[in-house]
């Protein structure tokens, strides 16, 4: 929660912060509302543990660029969850250099983030037991590819995409659901799909599927 609310700051310089022993970096800039840009260059990530909610409500920042950072290692990191919830502004995402192997949470990471186009999530979830809101309400999202997906430890998959309104493509044929119990609302609102597989879906475990397939109109 270093710099959380901080709702008036416009920049933000992190030169001067030597991070190289922390393990913790929740909330960090949390509702860090009027930042456009953030540098992220001077963060040595290394021994972190904890990156929930990291840039939670960052509305206005329109670019978080992590592909040139040497420092942003997240082979540690065991909590992901609402990491870039609410970052309404950011049109793409290209996490190809994040290491997940670690995560066992990635609930509500990218929750509302309304305006992303393009997102790249490469991600090893092979120790993630929840994926609840993962992606609700990523409205311009069009395609989605999540083939590298392990979802063989998660549980539930409730809201996953539902809101997900500009969705036509989803790329789930990795996705092994013999452990997940609770469906809910996953695909709701996924009003542009006029097609979707799922004939690889083990719900034997399934205790409740309501609104699976809810508002999907066409």
Same mark, same amino acid.
């Given at each position: ?20 022993? *922390? ?12 930042? %456009? ?10 021994? *972190? /543990?904890?990156?929930? &909610? ?5 509305? &206005? ?16 990191? /065991? ?23 670690? *995560? ?16 790249? *999530? ?11 809101? @993962? ?6 999202? /069009? ?7 392990? /979802? ?10 539902? &809101? ?8 789930? %044929? ?11 609302? @996953?695909?709701?609102?996924? %009003? ?11 719900? %034997? ?14």
């Amino acid at each position: 929660y270093m710099f959380y609310g901080c709702s008036g700051l416009t920049s933000l310089n992190l030169s001067p912060l030597d991070t190289d022993l *922390v393990t913790n970096m929740s909330y960090m800039f949390s509702s860090c509302s009027r930042l %456009s840009s953030l540098g992220l260059t001077p963060l040595n990530t290394s021994r *972190v /543990t904890n990156m929930a &909610g990291m840039f939670q409500n960052c509305s &206005g920042l329109i670019e978080l660029d992590f592909t040139q950072l040497v420092n942003f290692d997240t082979s540690l990191v /065991t909590d992901m969850r609402r990491m870039f919830e609410g970052c309404i502004s950011l049109t793409e995402l290209d996490l190809s250099c994040f290491n997940t192997s670690n *995560v066992t949470n990635m609930y509500y990471m990218f929750q509302n983030c309304s305006s992303i186009e393009r997102l790249i *999530v490469p991600f090893n979830t092979s120790r993630v037991t929840t994926m609840l809101y @993962m992606f609700g309400d990523c409205s311009s999202l /069009t395609n989605l590819n999540l083939s590298t997906f392990d /979802t063989s430890n998660v549980t539930t998959m409730q809201n996953m995409f539902s &809101g997900c309104s500009n969705l036509t493509q989803l790329n789930i %044929s990795s996705f092994d659901t013999k452990n997940v119990t609770n469906f809910t609302n @996953m695909f709701a609102s996924c %009003s542009n799909f006029t097609e979707l597989d799922l004939s690889s879906f083990n719900t %034997s475990n399934a205790t409740t599927m309501d609104g699976m397939f809810r508002e999907c109109s066409s």
